[in-house]
């Protein structure tokens, strides 16, 4: 166990982390919307993240003091239908059908994400910034106008 | 132990409190976008108006309010009940209590310092 001078600076940057790699994401998502394959099996999916809260600690010492924040559970594809389109020239397009398929990946699904991710980060910042004011102010403690 | 303050004890354990409640206010932010996550909070208010009241210090230094389950406000849809603003306001205001206790210390140190002097 490390001393933790600013109060939950561990949780904070768990979350922050979390929320980092939910970015991350999204922008490979975006950046692969409209990746074609040969072979239309392995066309790229949408990936998605899930989050689990680290409580673990806590029941296992008993001390609610060291609560672990939050942490990337798994990754994984999302196995909804992938996009099809009719576009004979294109050339991983089906020879026969002349269909091209597309990955499952909805620029307004990513945006909104990325938006909400980035709204947890903000949160997980401020929170830093007020656990920080609190160590300080408790280092500063009966000194002078502390 | 001579020579021990209980008011300056008492600032110091409130101050441990509202720490202890930041920490669990941390994690609820980190838990912002957890499914099914429910918030966690520390109300330390009542116990430690039983200690204040019992005038002991050793049930002061000993209080050790639990971590509750707080299921009240609204669940989401992922079965999560963090606010962020809501998260944000308690913060702010357990940090501004914390800031005023630090203050109280400095206080109650200086009048203690000029009763010496």
């Known amino acids: ?146 | 132990m001579i020579g021990t303050d209980y008011t300056s004890e008492l600032i110091s354990k409130m101050m441990h409190l509202s720490v202890r409640r930041q920490e669990l206010l941390a994690n609820n932010l980190a838990n912002l976008n957890t499914p099914g996550y429910t918030r966690r909070d520390l109300n330390f208010a009542g116990a430690l108006g039983d200690a204040v009241r019992k005038d002991d210090l050793n049930a002061l230094r000993q209080l050790n309010p639990e971590v509750t389950m707080d299921k009240s406000g609204s669940v989401r849809l992922d079965g999560n009940n963090v606010n962020a603003a809501s998260e944000m306001n308690e913060m702010t205001q357990n940090g501004t209590l914390h800031a005023l206790l630090a203050k109280a210390y400095s206080t109650r140190q200086r009048i203690l310092k000029s009763a010496i002097r």
């Open chain 1, 1 to 146: 166990m490390s001393i933790e001078l600013i109060p939950g600076a561990g949780t904070i940057s768990s979350g922050l982390d979390a929320e980092q790699t939910r970015l991350r994401l999204c922008s490979a998502n975006i950046a692969n919307a409209h990746a074609t394959n040969k072979d239309a099996s392995n066309t790229y999916r949408r990936q998605v993240v899930a989050f689990e809260s680290v409580l673990k600690a806590q029941y296992e010492e008993g001390d609610s003091r060291h609560f672990g924040g939050v942490r990337v559970s798994q990754i994984s594809r999302d196995q909804s239908p992938l996009r099809q389109l009719h576009d004979p020239g294109h050339p991983d397009a089906d020879p026969k059908t002349g269909m091209v398929t597309l990955p499952n990946v909805n620029p307004l699904t990513e945006m909104v994400d990325m938006m909400t991710a980035s709204r947890g980060y903000e949160s997980g910042l401020a929170a830093f910034r007020i656990s920080k004011q609190m160590a300080e102010k408790t280092i500063s403690m009966g000194s002078g106008n502390a």
